[in-house]
Structures are given as C-alpha cells and as structure tokens.
C-alpha cells in the first residue's frame, strides 16, 4: 500500500461503494414510495389543529390513505349527507284551511223581540302538500257546538268545502273554530297549521 496508485484506487473503490448505498438505501428500506406500488398504503401524522393537503399523483385504483391527526381532529370521522337524497316531508299531504266564512239568513223575532237565524259556517281546505290527503274529520266548533264532519280526500294541491249549519239561533257574539283531520289519521308535512278560529256578530 505504499504505492500511491493503489492508495488511489482503494479511495476510488470505496468512493464507488459509497455511492451505490447511497443511491440504492431508500429504494431498499429507507422510503417505501407507493404510488410506484400496487396496493400501496400512505399513512400522514398530523400534529394538533393542522391542516393538511396532499396532492397523489397515481394510476393505481387501490391505493389507500389514512391520515391521522394528533389530538382535537376536526372532523376526522365525516358524517355524510347525501345532497341529492329527497326530504320525505315534501312527499307528504299538508291540509290548512284556505278559507273560514260565515253567511246568516234572516227568519224572524221572537216575542221578545230577538232577531233569529239560519247560519251556515263554511271552510275550503287546501292540500299544499305533494301527496293525497284521505278522507278525515274535520271538527267544527260553534260556542261550545262542537261537531265532527267527514272530510273527502284531497288531491296534492286540490281543494274541498265543509259547511256546516245551524238553524235558528238567536242573535248575539259567536266564535267559530275548525280542526282538520281532528282525529289525526293523516300523516302530513306540518301538524301545527291545520286550524283556524272566526269570530262575528249576529246583530240583534
């Protein structure tokens, strides 16, 4: 080894062997590349509150990612919501009451001098909703008169009248109030908008 030619070989060599467990390390277990590897796996610690992107560039359809981050994840487990699902509420009939008179026919006065009439009270119930309403009863109050009507069934966006009539009542200040589907048999978008109250005066 005195020669100074083997010398620089031997630096020559070790020099070469050097290089070539630097090129080849991360391809043998230093760095695991997966987008160069079917069924690759790519797993990225975040730490707390980060933010972060990655950009793959691959050909490979089985390729999975995990990122995990270290404490308070936002969002890591996403609950999804399907955009383009239907709300069943709008598949549901919705009755109201579109309408509420009252129309009075003279008949007489009695001995004392009481005027007395014939009234009818009369509703048209609406369906807003998207589906038929079934038949149901409607409850038609009248100062504590209270009765029951059947109601026909009504077409998503139909109408129908209910009448109900009174025969010679005396004058004086009366209080109308409705309830549709009373007993409650039709399931509908909104529960809470189904009645409605008229008050007037029969003049004496």
């Known amino acids: 080894m005195n020669n100074k030619g083997d010398i ?4 020559l060599v070790i020099a070469g062997l050097t290089a070539l467990v630097i090129y080849f390390y991360p391809k043998i277990g230093g760095y695991f590349d997966s987008t160069n590897s079917s069924n690759g796996s790519i797993s ?7 933010s972060i992107t990655n950009i793959i560039t691959t050909n490979q359809s089985d390729t999975n990612i995990s990122v995990n981050n270290s404490s308070q994840q936002s969002n890591a487990t996403a609950n999804y919501t399907n955009q383009s699902g239907t709300n069943n509420s709008l598949q549901l009939p919705d009755l109201i009451v579109d309408s509420f008179n ?7 006065n009695d001995s004392a001098g009481i005027k007395h009439y014939n009234l009818e009270v009369t509703l048209i119930i609406r369906n807003n ?3 038929p309403a079934g038949n149901s009863t409607t409850m038609v109050d009248l100062n504590s008169l209270r009765r029951n009507l059947n109601t026909l069934e009504v077409s998503s966006g ?14 004086g200040s009366y209080t109308a109030s409705a309830m549709l ?20 005066t029969l003049r004496g």
Do not use: M
């Not at 139909?158 to 004058?171: K, W």
């Not at 399931?187 to 009645?195: H, L, Q, T, Y």
């Open 181 to 200: 589907d009373w007993n409650y048999v039709i399931s509908e978008s909104k529960e809470n908008n189904n009645g409605a109250i008229k008050e007037f």
């Open 102 to 108: 009252y129309s009075s026919t003279f008949l007489h």
């Open 44 to 50: 990225i610690n975040g730490t707390a509150n980060q």
């Open 8 to 11: 620089l070989l031997v630096l």
């Open 129 to 131: 909703g998207t589906s």
């Open 158 to 171: 139909g109408t129908t009248n209910i009448v109900s009539s009174y025969e010679n009542i005396t004058a």
